[in-house]
């Protein structure tokens, strides 16, 4: 491949990957006041100029701590968590202890 053709190359993968994946997060942004999957959407985007762009591979690096804190606040304050509530196994244990000896 000439140096041409191979510099034309590069230069075209850039501006399709910022059309692409620009127009996705535009969209995932857009999404967050308007109805739709934003929290997808918006990361996709990202996912896309991350392919190219090192600032977008920092922002999405951002993004996955912030959805992995959330998803860890979401399990510690959920009714399962075991610091809510005792387990089965724990109130299975009392039962059997606190139910009358023959």
Not at 10 to 26: D, E, N, S
Not at 36 to 53: N, S, Y
Not at 73 to 93: D, E, F, G, R, Y
């Amino acid at each position: 491949m000439s140096e041409f053709a191979h510099q034309t190359y590069v230069v075209a993968r850039k501006v399709v990957i910022a059309l692409v994946g620009g127009t996705v997060t535009l969209i995932g942004i857009a999404m967050i006041v308007l109805p739709g999957p934003a929290f997808i959407v918006l990361p996709a985007g990202l996912a896309i100029l991350a392919i190219e762009f090192a600032w977008a591979r920092r922002w999405l690096k951002k993004v996955k701590q912030m959805a992995q804190e959330a998803v860890d606040k979401m399990h510690h304050n959920s009714p399962q968590h075991p610091s809510n509530h005792a387990s089965p196994h724990s109130a299975i244990s009392t039962a059997i202890e606190s139910a009358p000896k023959k």
